[in-house]
């Protein structure tokens, strides 16, 4: 087929598979995405997103394809300072619904590289939900209005399928690496990274939320490589996720556990040295080396409770620092509630929990 000036034109069939096989290329090329955010909160259920950076690389860490947006969420952006934003900045922005197919293109088929997943995670699922829920709305409603058929529908694209994810935060703790300071800057100088201090200075705070969020996304990839060089990486499926209350994409194992109804009263606190009893509260602490799956799904089958939050009935904390505490770790000496390493908690487990009413 040829146009007008004897052009050859493809047949639709044929400019669909052209696409379909530039893309495959492009993705065989840099099969890795970087991927960074700003928010107006810490979590998905009750924040927005206000900007997403990305940007797709190859196992050498050389930069294919960058990408950056201000979104704006239709709601209050929040403080400038949370995020870097001003609010006529964030007004200028656009819709989700107008950035989510560039994503799709950008996230799909390739290992996702984002540091502390159930949140960044968590923040682009409930985003992709919304406005996919939102269009078929607005689609329902023109189907029932006059004129049907007349007025397109929206296709605002899906919900990103990443061949992986890869949390750079969960890999560090699973390689034990020592670091005080959780973010993705905190990390980086842990790691022998130069110039990633993550302290706020008076002249960081005048470089525009773009330069940083690159500055952020580039990061990303150094980190993932220097941990990648060092050991094991925590690398979820996506489909072995989902949103916890809060919109944190966590394992259908950890969300489970949380909503398990209890199997016994609580006896009380853990005395070290004794046995475990069935109906003791297990909280893990993010600071072990072991997958937090293995343990909670241990804690499942002996019939422990499992809890995300540490308060006084707490019986007993996973946690394999020792000083410098903080968190949960932190809070639970504080509260006189004594902490176990992964291994010390298995090893109680292996040796019997005692049953409930003994």
């Not at 989700?96 to 923040?123: A, E």
């Not at 500055?215 to 499926?237: A, F, K, M, N, Y």
Request: charged letters at 25%.
């Amino acid at each position: 087929m040829t146009d007008t000036n004897g052009t050859a034109e493809q047949a639709p069939g044929q400019q669909e598979q052209s696409e379909q096989d530039a893309r495959h290329a492009a993705v065989a090329a840099h099969p890795f995405v970087a991927v960074t955010i700003q928010s107006t909160g810490i979590h998905p259920s009750t924040g927005r997103l206000v900007s997403v950076d990305a940007v797709t690389f190859d196992a050498d860490g050389e930069i294919g394809e960058e990408f950056h947006a201000v979104i704006n969420p239709g709601s209050d952006p929040g403080p400038h300072h949370f995020h870097g934003l001003t609010h006529e900045e964030v007004a200028a922005g656009q819709r989700f619904s107008q950035v989510l197919r560039t994503l799709d293109r950008l996230i799909d088929d390739r290992t996702l590289i984002v540091h502390n997943s159930p949140r960044v995670w968590g923040f682009i699922v409930s985003e992709a939900r919304r406005t996919m829920n939102a269009a078929a709305r607005a689609n329902r409603s023109r189907g029932r209005g006059r004129g049907r058929g007349r007025r397109r529908r929206q296709r605002v694209g899906h919900v990103p399928r990443p061949a992986a994810i890869v949390d750079t935060l969960a890999s560090a703790r699973r390689q034990e690496i020592a670091f005080e300071d959780t973010r993705l800057g905190g990390l980086a100088t842990a790691l022998g990274i130069p110039d990633a201090s993550p302290v706020a200075t008076v002249d960081r705070a005048q470089v525009p939320e773009e330069e940083t969020s690159r500055e952020q996304s580039l990061l990303l990839i150094d980190v993932h490589e220097t941990l990648r060089e060092q050991g094991p990486l925590c690398e979820r499926e996506p489909s072995e996720l989902r949103a916890d209350r809060f919109g944190l994409q966590r394992t259908h194992v950890r969300v489970d556990a949380v909503e398990a109804p209890r199997p016994h009263p609580n006896p009380g606190v853990y005395v070290p040295g004794r046995s475990l009893v069935q109906g003791m509260e297990v909280v893990v602490a993010p600071e072990i080396e072991m997958d937090p799956n293995d343990i909670i799904e241990a804690c499942l089958r002996e019939e422990l409770a499992y809890s995300e939050k540490l308060t006084r009935q707490t019986s007993v904390v996973v946690c394999n620092k020792t000083t410098d505490l903080r968190g949960k770790a932190m809070h639970a000496v504080r509260k006189g509630i004594p902490l176990l390493s992964d291994v010390a908690f298995m090893a109680a487990v292996e040796r019997g929990v005692t049953p409930a009413g003994r």
